[in-house]
């Protein structure tokens, strides 16, 4: 029994001492790198001091292992090296810096870290994501990072000198506004930074970096042509083709805060006249460009700056719109960013197609006020959740917030998902025919879309006086509004307004021409076609449009008549068909004041050719020769 109990205590000693050996190993496997910097941005000529230190405590900033080198090792990032564990260098230059640092342990192993450095000499500046910090899990907050609002004239100087005993770095700053976005080092506590920070004399508010959401659904590609005649409604009661016709000679800077664009879309291509970029997307090699890194600033811009002639698509806005493109993020003050670099370059309207149901007390608030007193308008979504209330910032008094209709005026409910309202709003019609990332086209539903049609609108305003206060323009967009049947100041109407704005007198909201019946067309003979068509009784339009379409090829569409008459039945005859094409014809009524009926009436100009008519195909690029019904 003894020589069993002195096993036994043999059989525990080295269980113990194996134990022990794996903890010491796993304690000396598990060392890691951290770097200090401070301070972590700054202006050209920015003096940095970094400690780089082995531990398996919590420091700044961990990293996996890059490369093999010798005690501490450092790469600066501009081609300039160093050695020591505490190092002093000099940025003279903009721009983001990663800095290594390799450590060779005593048992031989070499361990490495990272850190970037942000030199800007800009006065709005955002740093980018650490590894560490986790966008994707984050739906609503970004835990790792708070919004400061120091008093004003504070410089970068100044509040990195504040926090400096904080364990926090100053990553971000709009000075401007004097808010500035602090980082928290990995393990502080929020609240606790927070509680301290609020009691610094300086600072006036602390607020959570919150997470904004892109107001769309999914598009879906379309060719144009098979599309339109579900747009056509929307479109119409807008009035748009009619206030396009009124645009003024000025310029007029339309700002897009939003997710970038497709740079190679067809619609697109020489649009854009200045990008800046606060995207931040995933790899910094994307970040000097606006290209889209999701597709949503690609359908929003589209809607005001698609080409005219280069299909059915054309975009609203006038013909002397200068088109800045600003990439943004979902972070709140990434947003707050982007709209005062917006102010900064001379924008005239601001469309923001991005919202949450935080007040983003911060940046974003100040950052539309700002505009307001820059004389700046600022457009944005609604909302897409239902609610009886608007998003923010569609809800700022400084903002104009922007709902949703389907054709008969009642609030959408589409795949977007259905508009907020609220009674400080007006609304457009969804789904609106757009450009779609990859070069494609198509409808796209949601606010995000209803808005930059306002948006176009407010900037055919500004082009007739690109010096008008902001709550003129503001003020003949709503009180031209159309009725509609819901809570909400109402549906723009582009004539109406372009009328008021132009001196001519808004001329009240006009009752649509009713749809023309009975459209026939068809053959006479090889090259004859006659196309005939009935006004319905008491129809208080003056007439007729009609186009053609070669129904093969999809890019010979023409206006090929004006016809006057008003009553009955009437037709008309197209000499010019040609032999063995096939063809559809449109039809439109036009009332005294140039608008369309809600949508066109067509038939296909059978016989005379040889075989099956051909199956609808995509429109040729390149353009119509005339303008398509609209």
């Given at each position: ?75 600066f990032g501009d081609s300039t090296t160093g050695t020591g564990q505490t190092v002093t260098h000099t940025y003279t230059e903009s721009g983001y810096y990663e800095v290594w640092s390799t ?528």
């Open positions: 029994m003894r020589r069993s109990h002195l096993l036994l205590c043999l059989l525990m000693f080295w269980s113990v001492l194996a134990l022990l050996s794996s903890c010491m190993s796993c304690n000396v496997g598990s060392s890691q790198l951290w770097i200090d910097a401070t301070p972590l941005a700054g202006r050209p000529n920015l003096e940095v001091t970094f400690l780089a230190k082995a531990s398996k405590l919590p420091g700044s900033y961990a990293y996996t292992a890059k490369s093999d080198g010798t005690e501490y090792l450092w790469d450590h060779t342990m005593e048992d031989g192993r070499v361990i490495t870290a990272k850190i970037g450095i942000m030199v800007d000499s800009s006065d709005i500046a955002v740093y980018p994501l650490q590894e560490w910090e986790d966008v994707e899990q984050a739906t609503d907050v970004l835990p790792s990072r708070l919004e400061v609002a120091f008093a004003p004239n504070t410089s970068l100087q100044e509040a990195q000198t504040l926090l400096a005993h904080l364990p926090v770095q100053v990553v971000g700053w709009i000075e401007d506004l004097g808010v500035f976005q602090i980082l928290l080092d990995p393990g502080a506590d929020s609240q606790g930074v927070t509680n301290a920070l609020l009691a610094i004399p300086e600072v006036e508010q602390v607020a959570p970096e919150y997470l904004a959401e892109p107001l769309t659904g999914t598009p879906t590609a379309v060719p144009d042509y098979e599309f339109h005649e579900q747009l056509n409604p929307g479109w119409n009661k807008m009035r748009v083709e009619l206030g396009l016709d009124l645009a003024g000679s000025d310029e007029v800077k339309i700002a897009v805060v939003d997710s970038g664009y497709d740079t190679d879309h067809p619609e697109l291509v020489g649009q854009v006249d200045e990008g800046w970029s606060y995207g931040l997307w995933g790899d910094m090699e994307d970040d000097s460009s606006n290209k889209d890194m999701n597709g949503h600033g690609t359908t929003v811009l589209g809607v005001m700056a698609a080409r005219e002639g280069n299909g059915w698509l054309r975009g609203i806005a006038p013909p002397n719109a200068y088109f800045i493109v600003i990439k943004i993020n979902r972070w709140a003050f990434v947003i707050a960013a982007g709209i005062c670099r917006a102010v900064k370059q001379g924008a005239n309207v601001i469309n923001v197609s991005y919202s949450s149901r935080h007040r983003f007390t911060l940046g974003i608030g100040l950052a539309c006020q700002n505009a307001y007193d820059n004389n700046c308008l600022v457009v944005a979504g609604a909302g897409n959740t239902g609610e009886a209330s608007l998003k923010y910032p569609a809800r700022y008094d400084t903002v104009l917030g922007v709902g949703g209709t389907n054709p008969d005026d009642d609030r959408c409910k589409q795949p977007g998902g259905p508009s907020c309202y609220g009674s400080t709003a007006v609304y457009a019609p969804e789904p609106l025919y757009t450009t779609i990332r990859g070069g494609a086209t198509g409808p796209y539903w949601g606010t995000s879309i209803a808005a930059p049609a306002v948006t176009g609108l407010a900037a055919l305003i500004f082009s007739l006086d690109n010096t008008a206060s902001v709550d003129n323009v503001r003020d003949i967009i709503k009180e031209t509004c159309d009725g509609i049947n819901f809570p909400g100041i109402g549906r723009v109407n582009f004539y109406r307004a372009m009328m008021e704005a132009s001196g001519r007198g808004d001329p009240g909201k006009h009752t649509l021409p009713p749809v023309v019946n009975n459209v026939d067309a068809h053959r006479l003979c090889t090259e004859d076609v006659q196309i005939s068509w009935e006004h319905p009784p008491g129809s208080d339009a003056v007439g007729v449009r009609i186009y053609r379409m070669n129904i093969e090829d999809k890019s010979e569409l023409y206006e090929i008549a004006t016809v006057a008459e008003t009553q009955g039945k009437f037709s008309f005859i197209d000499l010019h068909a040609t032999i063995n094409t096939f063809y559809t014809y449109f039809v439109f009524a036009v009332d005294a004041v140039g608008q369309l009926s809600r949508s066109y009436t067509r038939d296909d100009a059978e016989g005379a050719f040889s075989g099956e008519p051909p199956p609808p195909g995509p429109p040729e690029p390149g353009g119509f020769p005339a303008t398509p019904p609209t």
